[in-house]
């Protein structure tokens, strides 16, 4: 389907980021903090937003000061606002990081987050047709009423034609039961045209528990679905209508390991968006990652698309 208003829509968390400074500082050690839009959603968004795409964000945040600054970084960042949900009485997620390396901490404070407020009548209000993709990932899912109404929007979007991005973004804390887990990733994993997720995610929706590969194998035997099955420093395969293809990772000197799964998406989706073909695409997500390793934060940490060439060696 042919839309005029060539969008991307992403689904989530978001909230605020503080990182320890400066560069090398324990969070017990800090005193000092820089605050970033955070929040795997939000960082997605910045990421496309950086690489020149057109994105909208849809997410629920605080009536506070913290959900102001959500907005103002989404404004400032070039991500569109219209889809915040202001909710009462809950708070944005917030997230504690430093930069030590493979020692890295990430400690997150999400207890009631806004995000998950989300109602299944904001969803029947959203115009699918201004939208090219939908991008959503696990962390939705993991309560009501935000599960029921994000499952829906896939399937409304589904049944429009848009191109349904899912990664599957496994936390443990997040969700109540793993089989719960297990059962309603697997759903969504039906709806998406591209499922993306590392090692442990897709281990962990595999049956076994230890069979994910293969897992990822199956869901790209279904009609044209693809499967990208993400192995951190040692790379990716992606699986595509029964052919496997391994994608190698770039070497870079990273100062974190955070960052890297929402960066990938963020220059996939763009690279998508922007008409290159699947492997490009994935070339692109690699570097896009790799870049969001050696900089401070996620959300601006983000390259646009003259970076990612850079690192690639594109004219």
């Not at 060539?6 to 969070?27: F, H």
């Not at 050690?29 to 057109?54: D, E, H, P, T, Y």
């Not at 990430?106 to 090219?132: G, M």
């Amino acid at each position: 389907m042919n839309r005029k208003n060539n969008r991307v829509l992403v689904v989530g968390r978001a909230g605020m980021d503080l990182y320890a400074e400066p560069v090398g500082t324990s969070i017990e050690n800090a005193n000092n903090f820089k605050s970033q839009l955070g929040g795997s959603a939000a960082n997605i968004a910045a990421g496309l937003s950086a690489q020149g795409v057109k994105v909208n964000l849809l997410a629920g945040i605080s009536n506070d000061a913290v959900g102001k600054f959500v907005k103002n970084s989404c404004n400032r960042l070039g991500i569109g606002t219209e889809l915040l949900v202001t909710i009462p009485k809950a708070r944005n997620t917030l997230a504690i990081v430093d930069t030590m390396g493979e020692s890295t901490q990430a400690i997150i404070y999400r207890n009631s987050p806004a995000d998950l407020f989300l109602k299944q009548e904001v969803v029947d209000r959203i115009d699918l047709n201004r939208y090219e993709m939908l991008v959503t990932t696990g962390t939705a899912l993991t309560e009501d009423p935000s599960r029921s109404a994000i499952l829906k929007l896939m399937k409304n979007a589904k049944d429009k034609g848009l191109e349904i991005i899912f990664d599957i973004d496994y936390r443990e804390f997040t969700w109540n039961h793993k089989k719960e887990a297990e059962e309603i990733l697997l759903l969504a994993s039906s709806y998406a045209d591209i499922v993306v997720g590392n090692e442990l995610e897709f281990d962990f929706m595999s049956k076994t528990n230890s069979d994910g590969k293969n897992l990822a194998v199956q869901l790209s035997s279904s009609g044209k679905k693809i499967s990208i099955y993400k192995m951190g420093s040692k790379g990716l395969y992606y699986f595509c209508e029964g052919k496997e293809k391994f994608v190698d990772s770039l070497q870079v000197k990273a100062i974190k390991p955070t960052g890297a799964g929402d960066g990938f998406l963020a220059g996939f989706c763009a690279s998508k968006m922007n008409g290159m073909a699947l492997e490009e695409s994935i070339l692109y997500g690699s570097a896009t990652g790799a870049i969001v390793v050696t900089k401070v934060g996620c959300s601006e940490a983000m390259p646009d698309k003259a970076q990612v060439k850079e690192i690639l060696n594109i004219s």
